[in-house]
């Protein structure tokens, strides 16, 4: 902290004029101290919101200069009141300017010279050596001098992080050190020609001041999904940390407007319902800069609702540079709150008013959100053009995707099939996805039944519902890093760990952490850390540009990941790479979450040449392993190029041993194997399969990717029941989370004890033979490398799936991930259902027991939704793979320790395996650990 009485040096000085009348101290309004700001906030100032509209005056701060597309109106109706007219004000009118680095008005000094504060801490008090107007006002108001002595304390710089003495101060809210003062080129380059300020050539500090501060961005707002690895957990430590300093934010919210949660109304009078949604989009526009054109066009909605003509398609002055520096501005919540104020009470009468103030004051303001208006959705309803649906349904289709389906659900439904490996007819699988899935929920809605009347009261109701945000610039300060171990995420946390976050509701923001986040450092700065790129998927060489870009030409993160990457070739090698476990640990995560499957592989093998027991990355590297089978084309290569079989080596080999018992992943593969024989198939030869002849006929669809039997049943209705009634008395229940993008209400096949012999001979018999022969992998060795492999099918997932009009009722579109799955349906009475293929464009079902089958991996389908009555369905992920001998080896074994062959350790596994099974996996999966902020 400065202390009392430290000199202010002022060689030109920029203030913000916003922090001087947010200085007004006066409760009674009088003239005597108060500053009226002139046409600047758009509405009236301080002092509980009187508006003094009429009394606006002085000169037009932008003065023709400053940013074409955003000219400030200019009021020439000087006749104002009294208040208006305090020498005071009248001092600060001919003082304003507009500060060429922060863009805001400012306090300018004769001096003209670019330069922001300066403090010289030698005890002496306050003086201001350039302007004697301002050595006035300092007089007559000692707070003000004060509360920018205040302002000038210390700060860690904006950019480099380092806390430096002296940093000096580039507007209301950025902290910037010398050093780093001089580098903005970036920020230089956009300046420059904007010479409507005073300059003065000659002074060479003028020349430096020109450079802007490199631009900060704040956290882009993804959406983290946790797909084999559930998301992280934080120390508790940390976490409280965490929410004091979260609710320290609310509390200045809830102090600023005078309200708690009680009165809610009060923000939407801040701001028009309209108004907020569309800031939201501001907001997620500023997340992204690539989304603001499309995201403002597309949240149009009349004329009142849309941007002012002149920031859209406005060229290089464009929306875009007006939202980064706003987001400039200001750097936390308690900063940017107090200036809200001045609209407290008032709404705006259009949008373009809205965002005149929102552009003019760059305040980032906390709002409340109407989702009804939300641009993602408003996205769904443009791209929704489902002819199946009339106007009115769409409407309602629309309606039910808000209240069922969360953006981050949306998200991952597209995400998860955009990933993947699409055959060309399906290119327009993206507005299929959408249309397609409105088209689930118009059928729901007219499948309501009276009964669910209530149900749909609730979701309008949910509907009229509006919502807090954050922007997220509020957290712009936290570092980048290209493994963050944050992310903003929306969602209701009194839901966390509920099986269906399809569910949840919009109803916060919340910090959600990536990955496990341990208190082994005092810098907090370093430990939570965001991402400030739009992807990180790209490469080391893509991102650094990208982050240069952003951040200014100077910036070079270096974070591990960074760090890492740079030395790529090192890693798998004997060669010493000073990266602990955790870190290499959390980038290999984030390579699974990419689905960078093989750079994955090489960090866990990095990983496992220092703890070869260790359960989570044998697991995970197995992972790896399934996830290169499932990213291989069954259409190129006609099997998975050997990574299933790797895979399912890999945890037998890891079931092997000790430490690894208590590993539920890995139990789990095992468990499976056992009850798919997988390993048995992957050792067996293939001779006396070949011979297998099946007498089940079928069609054949779409060249030979999709098959369906005609009537003969490939299990009998005795059997069918049978399964269906196992299962409904099957003791654990239905799971709901199981897969982690569109998971269905099911049993896994490898937990129903009772059937598992019928299937294996089920197997055996009929749906191996029969699918060796659908898809061609007796006969057809062209796809194989050598005569020493034969292709064959392994399954790696079954379960029996259910479906009721109350519960889960569909499956969105999507790709499963597996060569060939196949559905056997176990009943028929009920209505609806079916299996959707979008390149058939139709609905198919087999007869009961029948069976179809298809390229699970490469063809959209969905579930169709059940109208009334349960529907029942085997379904099962299969891969097609390369077998040997049986005595082929990973490449990678060197790696894996041998499996424990002492038979007194082999029956503890057995008792151990049991013991992991029968407790409850489901929850030792959904371990990710929410925490922030209800809004
Ligand atoms: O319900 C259906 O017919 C489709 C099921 C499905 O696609 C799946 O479980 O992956
Ligand atoms: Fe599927």
Same mark, same amino acid.
């Given at each position: 902290?400065?202390?009392?009485?430290?000199?202010?040096?002022?060689?030109?000085?920029?203030?913000?004029?916003?922090?001087?009348?947010?200085?007004?101290?006066?409760?009674?309004?009088?003239?005597?101290?108060?500053?009226?700001?002139?046409?600047?906030?758009?509405?009236?100032?301080?002092?509980?919101?009187?508006?003094?509209?009429?009394? %606006?005056?002085? $000169? *037009?701060?932008? +003065? !023709? =200069?400053? @940013? #074409?597309?955003?000219? %400030?109106?200019? $009021? *020439?109706?000087? +006749? !104002? =009141?009294? @208040? #208006?007219?305090?020498?005071?004000?009248?001092?600060?009118?001919?003082?304003?300017?507009?500060?060429?680095?922060?863009?805001?008005?400012?306090?300018?000094?004769?001096?003209?010279?670019?330069?922001?504060?300066?403090?010289?801490?030698?005890?002496?008090?306050?003086?201001?050596?350039?302007?004697?107007?301002?050595?006035?006002?300092?007089?007559?108001?000692?707070?003000?001098?004060?509360?920018?002595?205040?302002?000038?304390?210390?700060?860690?710089?904006?950019?480099?992080?380092?806390?430096?003495?002296?940093?000096?101060?580039?507007?209301?809210?950025?902290?910037?050190?010398?050093?780093?003062?001089?580098?903005?080129?970036?920020?230089?380059?956009?300046?420059?020609?904007?010479?409507?300020?005073?300059?003065?050539?000659?002074?060479?500090?003028?020349?430096?001041?020109?450079?802007?501060?490199?631009?900060?961005?704040?956290?882009?707002?993804?959406?983290?999904?946790?797909?084999?690895?559930?998301?992280?957990?934080?120390?508790?430590?940390?976490?409280?940390?965490?929410?004091?300093?979260?609710?320290?934010?609310?509390?200045?919210?809830?102090?600023?407007?005078?309200?708690?949660?009680?009165?809610?109304?009060?923000?939407?009078?801040?701001?028009?319902?309209?108004?907020?949604?569309?800031?939201?989009?501001?907001?997620?526009?500023?997340?992204?800069?690539?989304?603001?054109?499309?995201?403002?066009?597309?949240?149009?909605?009349?004329?009142?609702?849309?941007?002012?003509?002149?920031?859209?398609?406005?060229?290089?002055?464009?929306?875009?540079?007006?939202?980064?520096?706003?987001?400039?501005?200001?750097?936390?919540?308690?900063?940017?709150?107090?200036?809200?104020?001045?609209?407290?009470?008032?709404?705006?009468?259009?949008?373009?008013?809205?965002?005149?103030?929102?552009?003019?004051?760059?305040?980032?303001?906390?709002?409340?959100?109407?989702?009804?208006?939300?641009?993602?959705?408003?996205?769904?309803?443009?791209?929704?053009?489902?002819?199946?649906?009339?106007?009115?349904?769409?409407?309602?289709?629309?309606?039910?995707?808000?209240?069922?389906?969360?953006?981050?659900?949306?998200?991952?439904?597209?995400?998860?099939?955009?990933?993947?490996?699409?055959?060309?007819?399906?290119?327009?699988?993206?507005?299929?996805?959408?249309?397609?899935?409105?088209?689930?929920?118009?059928?729901?809605?007219?499948?309501?039944?009276?009964?669910?009347?209530?149900?749909?009261?609730?979701?309008?109701?949910?509907?009229?519902?509006?919502?807090?945000?954050?922007?997220?610039?509020?957290?712009r300060r936290k570092l980048h890093s290209c493994v963050p171990t944050l992310a903003l995420s929306v969602g209701d946390l009194s839901r966390k760990g509920e099986d269906d976050s399809r569910q949840a509701p919009l109803e916060s923001l919340n910090w959600l952490a990536l990955h496990d986040i341990p208190c082994t450092d005092t810098n907090f700065d370093h430990i939570f850390t965001i991402s400030k790129l739009g992807s990180l998927e790209g490469d080391l060489k893509t991102r650094q540009a990208e982050l240069k870009r952003l951040m200014g030409q100077e910036f070079v993160c270096s974070c591990t990941r960074c760090q890492v990457e740079a030395r790529k070739n090192d890693l798998g090698r004997n060669v010493e790479l000073h990266f602990n476990e955790v870190q290499l640990r959390n980038i290999a995560d984030l390579a699974m979450q990419h689905g960078r499957f093989e750079d994955a592989s090489a960090l866990y093998d990095t990983i496992l040449r220092t703890h070869p027991r260790n359960g989570d990355v044998l697991h995970a590297r197995a992972a790896s392993y399934l996830g290169r089978a499932s990213a291989s084309s069954f259409a190129k290569h006609g099997h998975c190029q050997g990574y299933f079989v790797k895979a399912q080596r890999l945890w037998e080999q890891a079931g092997s041993i000790k430490e690894c018992l208590i590993h539920p992943g890995i139990a789990t593969q095992v468990k499976k194997q056992s009850v798919y024989r997988t390993l048995q198939y992957c050792k067996a030869s293939l001779s006396d399969e070949t011979s297998i002849k099946n007498n089940i006929a079928f069609t054949t669809y779409l060249d030979g990717r999709c098959f369906i039997t005609n009537n003969e049943p490939v299990i009998s209705l005795e059997e069918c029941n049978n399964i269906i009634s196992k299962a409904e008395t099957h003791a654990d229940g239905w799971t709901t989370s199981r897969h982690y993008a569109v998971p269905t209400t099911d049993i896994p096949l490898h937990e129903l004890t009772e059937i598992h012999s019928w299937f294996h001979q089920l197997w055996n018999e009929k749906l191996r033979p029969l699918l060796r022969l659908q898809f061609q992998l007796t006969g057809n060795e062209s796809f194989t490398t050598s005569n020493e492999f034969q292709r064959d099918i392994f399954i790696h997932d079954c379960f029996i799936v259910r479906y009721d009009a109350k519960r889960q009722k569909y499956l969105p579109p999507h790709l499963d991930e597996s060569t060939i799955s196949f559905i056997i349906p176990l009943n028929s009475d009920f209505k609806g259902g079916g299996t959707f293929v979008h390149s058939l464009g139709r609905t198919v079902a087999p007869t009961t027991g029948g069976m179809m089958s298809f390229c699970g991996g490469d063809l959209i389908h969905s579930g169709d939704p059940v109208v009334s009555g349960v529907r029942y369905i085997i379904a099962a992920f299969c891969f097609v793979d390369l077998v040997d001998s049986g005595t082929a080896k990973c490449v990678d074994d060197q790696i894996i320790p041998s499996c424990e062959t002492d038979p007194t350790f082999q029956s503890q596994k057995q008792t151990k395996l049991k013991e992991i099974l029968s407790c409850d996996v489901k929850a030792a999966v959904n371990q990710a650990f929410f925490f922030g902020f209800d809004l």
């Open positions: 902290m400065m202390k009392p009485g430290s000199k202010l040096v002022t060689k030109g000085l920029c203030i913000p004029l916003d922090s001087i009348g947010h200085d007004c101290t006066d409760p009674g309004g009088s003239t005597s101290n108060c500053f009226l700001l002139p046409s600047w906030t758009g509405r009236g100032i301080f002092n509980g919101g009187l508006n003094l509209d009429e009394q %606006r005056h002085g $000169r *037009d701060i932008g +003065g !023709g =200069g400053g @940013r #074409a597309t955003r000219k %400030r109106r200019r $009021r *020439d109706d000087d +006749g !104002g =009141g009294p @208040r #208006a007219r305090t020498i005071l004000e009248q001092l600060i009118y001919d003082e304003i300017r507009q500060c060429d680095v922060c863009a805001r008005a400012v306090l300018w000094t004769p001096s003209q010279e670019r330069r922001h504060f300066q403090v010289q801490d030698d005890g002496q008090s306050p003086e201001d050596h350039a302007s004697p107007q301002l050595t006035s006002i300092a007089e007559r108001l000692p707070g003000f001098i004060e509360r920018h002595i205040h302002c000038l304390t210390p700060m860690p710089c904006s950019f480099c992080t380092t806390e430096k003495a002296g940093a000096e101060r580039w507007c209301g809210s950025l902290y910037c050190c010398a050093d780093c003062q001089i580098r903005g080129e970036e920020g230089a380059r956009r300046n420059a020609g904007r010479g409507e300020l005073p300059t003065n050539a000659n002074e060479t500090s003028v020349a430096s001041s020109n450079v802007s501060p490199p631009k900060l961005l704040p956290p882009k707002l993804f959406f983290c999904q946790s797909r084999f690895l559930g998301g992280g957990k934080v120390d508790p430590d940390l976490a409280t940390e965490i929410i004091v300093s979260i609710s320290a934010i609310e509390g200045r919210f809830k102090s600023i407007f005078g309200y708690g949660d009680e009165d809610v109304n009060t923000a939407t009078q801040i701001i028009g319902a309209e108004e907020c949604a569309l800031l939201i989009t501001t907001i997620i526009a500023c997340t992204n800069p690539d989304w603001i054109r499309e995201l403002f066009v597309f949240s149009s909605k009349g004329d009142e609702c849309i941007a002012p003509p002149g920031y859209i398609n406005s060229g290089e002055e464009s929306l875009v540079e007006d939202l980064w520096a706003m987001s400039r501005s200001h750097s936390s919540v308690s900063d940017m709150l107090p200036k809200c104020n001045c609209v407290l009470g008032t709404a705006f009468p259009s949008y373009a008013e809205f965002l005149r103030f929102y552009l003019d004051t760059k305040r980032h303001c906390v709002l409340r959100v109407n989702l009804t208006t939300h641009p993602m959705l408003s996205y769904v309803t443009k791209t929704m053009l489902t002819p199946r649906l009339s106007e009115d349904e769409r409407g309602l289709a629309l309606e039910l995707l808000m209240s069922t389906c969360s953006i981050s659900d949306f998200d991952r439904v597209t995400k998860y099939n955009n990933g993947s490996a699409v055959h060309n007819e399906d290119v327009e699988q993206s507005s299929i996805l959408r249309w397609r899935k409105a088209a689930y929920l118009a059928h729901r809605f007219s499948s309501q039944s009276d009964s669910d009347d209530s149900q749909l009261k609730q979701i309008r109701s949910h509907l009229q519902k509006s919502y807090f945000a954050y922007s997220p610039c509020a957290f």
